[in-house]
């Protein structure tokens, strides 16, 4: 059991994301303090949606600079906060070379670097990290080990290397080093540990400049990608919005412990198309039919996959099993097809995919 006390500042790191933005904001309206971190305050773009929502609401918000690389950058944000919500990391899938230093790199050592301020700062009460599905299987074909193909709590992801699925390597690698830490703290149980493990996360943002892969997954229905087919591909998704209270829940719920799975439904590429069509009619190219696996491994290389990870995701559904975060946080799950057609209307909205008359 861990009691936060409200009037004392929250921090939160990678503030200027698209799933921080939502977490923010639910804290702002709730009449909190955010010490909110971000690698560039003076990208006034970046902020400029999160000061907005600060001046139309009871809490304040401080921004304050750190980068996951500067050791002891977080230092000055934490002083005085009772909860941490480490959110940053990268969440990229393609367009970058050494995926080590991309993704593995900032993620892992980001986590050591902010845990490091957590052992420097006694006000800390609790840490709740960012993590993902990711970190509880590796690749769709996984599910073949796990009762009914369904994963838990229990389940770490024990096959993604730098090499191969390297954003989902990156996620496991944070968030066990994150555990080991906690074990391992100075003051035993000074500070307690809840993990948020979201699906693929859809929905609108409140800003136009983050690169998160959620944003770029969406604009591959828009812009020609899948016109052709899709391949039988699911994914666990979640509405942003549930992400965010999860992360509020995981934080401020006395009893919350351990980790959460954070998971709306499971839809496959198709199925999200077949939302997208009913919604929007037939004139994006939404996937309408499959892509034959064998087809589609012969040129994943041109979309950017490799014919391993078709090989090993193509064609097994996978489920996630959500249970505890509604018994524990009391999450009601929103429509996620409803959360991908609002986010299809914003990118068309932003300029982010082009409109069709
Ligand atoms: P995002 O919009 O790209 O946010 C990532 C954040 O990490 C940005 O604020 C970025 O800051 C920050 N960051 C990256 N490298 C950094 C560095 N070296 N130093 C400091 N900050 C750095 O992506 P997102 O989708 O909101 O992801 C947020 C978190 O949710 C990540 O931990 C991600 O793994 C996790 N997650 C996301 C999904 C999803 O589907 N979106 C699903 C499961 C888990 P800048 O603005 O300065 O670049």
Redesign the pocket.
């Given at each position: 059991m861990t009691t936060i006390n409200p009037k004392a500042p929250i921090m939160i790191?990678?503030?200027?994301?698209?799933?921080?933005g939502w977490i923010v904001k639910n804290l702002l309206e709730a009449g909190h303090t955010v010490h909110a971190t971000?690698?560039?305050p003076a990208k006034t773009k970046?902020v400029a949606h999160l000061q907005k929502i600060a001046d139309n609401s009871t809490g304040t918000l401080k921004l304050f600079k750190?980068?996951?690389?500067d050791q002891g950058a977080f230092d000055e944000a934490m002083a005085g906060c009772e909860l941490v919500l480490h959110?940053?990391?990268?969440?990229i899938i393609s367009g970058f070379k050494d995926a080590y230093e991309a993704l593995v790199r900032?993620a892992l050592e980001?986590t050591r670097n902010v845990f490091a301020s957590v052992e420097r700062t006694p006000s800390v009460k609790r840490v709740v990290l960012?993590?993902?599905?990711?970190a509880t299987y590796g690749d769709n074909i996984d599910s073949l080990k796990v009762p009914n193909g369904i994963f838990n709590e229990s389940h770490w992801n024990t096959s993604s290397t730098v090499d191969h699925q390297p954003y989902y390597y990156s996620?496991t690698v944070a968030e066990r080093e994150a555990w080991k830490l906690h074990a391992e703290q100075s003051v035993p149980n000074r500070w307690d540990l809840v993990c948020v493990n979201?699906?693929?996360?859809v929905g609108p943002a409140l800003t136009t400049n983050?690169?998160?892969?959620?944003i770029t997954t969406l604009q591959q229905f828009g812009d020609g990608t899948m016109r052709f087919g899709a391949p039988h591909l699911w994914n666990g998704l979640v509405d942003v919005r549930d992400v965010a209270d999860a992360h509020v829940r995981a934080g401020l719920t006395p009893e919350a412990n351990g980790r959460y799975i954070i998971c709306g439904d499971t839809l496959s590429l198709l199925q999200m198309g077949s939302a997208l069509r009913q919604h929007f009619g037939s004139k994006y190219p939404f996937p309408l039919v499959p892509a034959p696996k064998l087809a589609f491994w012969a040129i994943a290389p041109l979309f950017g996959m490799t014919r391993d990870y078709v090989s090993r995701n193509v064609g097994y559904k996978i489920g996630f099993d959500n249970s505890r975060s509604q018994r524990d946080l009391k999450i009601e799950y929103r429509d996620v097809r409803g959360a991908i057609c609002e986010h299809f209307q914003q990118l068309l909205d932003d300029g982010l995919i082009k409109k069709k008359a």
């Open positions: 790191t990678g503030a200027s994301g698209y799933v921080a971000v690698r560039d970046s750190a980068d996951l690389l959110t940053a990391s990268p969440f900032p980001g960012t993590s993902s599905v990711a996620k979201p699906g693929l996360v983050s690169i998160s892969a959620s």
